[in-house]
Nanobody, 119 residues
Framework: QVQLVESGGGLVQAGGSLRLSCTAS????????MGWYRQTPGKQRELVAT???????NYGDSVKGRFTIFRGNSENTVYLQMNSLQPEDTAVYYC?????????????WGQGTQVTVSS
């Protein structure tokens, strides 16, 4: 069982920056993909960014060029650097770890951290 601990959310003015972090418990395997998704009330959870263990990244269209996902010195921790934040970025941000094994696929989620951008 993997547990994900998030931190770094908060309130920021439009144009500002925030950095989120997510640390996974246990061992990371080479097939793991970690990332961030976000959700606002009444809407589906949407992709923000993901990163594989070899550093391949993928971004949602709405954050390309403004957000950067990267790993820390420990492969168990990923960061999301969010720049040029806009009110439409306001959401609960969830850390995710997606794991594929020979037998099964696993989807782990953090509890979420609120990001609020004021205009």
């Amino acid at each position: 069982q993997v547990q994900l601990v998030e931190s770094g959310g908060g309130l920021v003015q439009a144009g500002g920056s925030l950095r989120l972090s997510c640390t996974a418990s246990g061992r990371i395997v080479t097939t793991d993909t970690m990332g961030w998704y976000r959700q606002t009330p009444g809407k589906q959870r949407e992709l923000v960014a993901t990163i594989t263990t070899v550093g391949r990244t993928n971004y949602g269209d709405s954050v390309k060029g403004r957000f950067t996902i990267f790993r820390g010195n420990s492969e168990n921790t990923v960061y999301l650097q969010m720049n040029s934040l806009q009110p439409e970025d306001t959401a609960v941000y969830y850390c995710n770890l997606y794991r594929i094994t020979i037998l099964q696929k696993y989807d782990y989620w953090g509890q979420g951290t609120q990001v609020t951008v004021s205009s």
